[in-house]
Nanobody, 122 residues
């Protein structure tokens, strides 16, 4: 089982920056993919960025060049650095993990954090 705890959300002005953190704990063998998703009011949850254990990254077009996802495998922690924030970035941001609970499991299990609010407003 994997527990994900997010932090770092808050209120920021347009053009500002924010850094989100997601700490994973529990009993697992590997965190194969860590990702950040967001959901704005009245809209569907969407992928923002994800990163594999090998540090391969994937970004939504809307955040490419502004956001950077990273992970510290020793700390089992994922980060999302958000620069040049826009009001359109306002949403609840969720951490996601695709994890294998034990060796040599074939299938990944999917886990979600509780979400952290990011509000970009002047």
């Amino acid at each position: 089982q994997v527990q994900l705890v997010e932090s770092g959300g808050g209120l920021v002005q347009p053009g500002g920056s924010l850094r989100l953190s997601c700490a994973a704990s529990g009993s697992f063998f590997s965190l194969n993919v860590l990702g950040w998703y967001r959901q704005a009011p009245g809209k569907q949850r969407e992928l923002v960025a994800d990163i594999t254990a090998a540090h391969n990254t994937n970004y939504a077009d809307s955040v490419k060049g502004r956001f950077t996802i990273s992970r510290d495998n020793n700390k089992n922690t994922a980060y999302l650095r958000m620069n040049s924030l826009k009001p359109e970035d306002t949403a609840v941001y969720y951490c996601n993990a695709k994890a294998r609970l034990s060796y040599p499991d074939i299938y990944d299990s999917n886990y979600w954090g509780q979400g952290t609010q990011v509000t970009v407003s002047s």
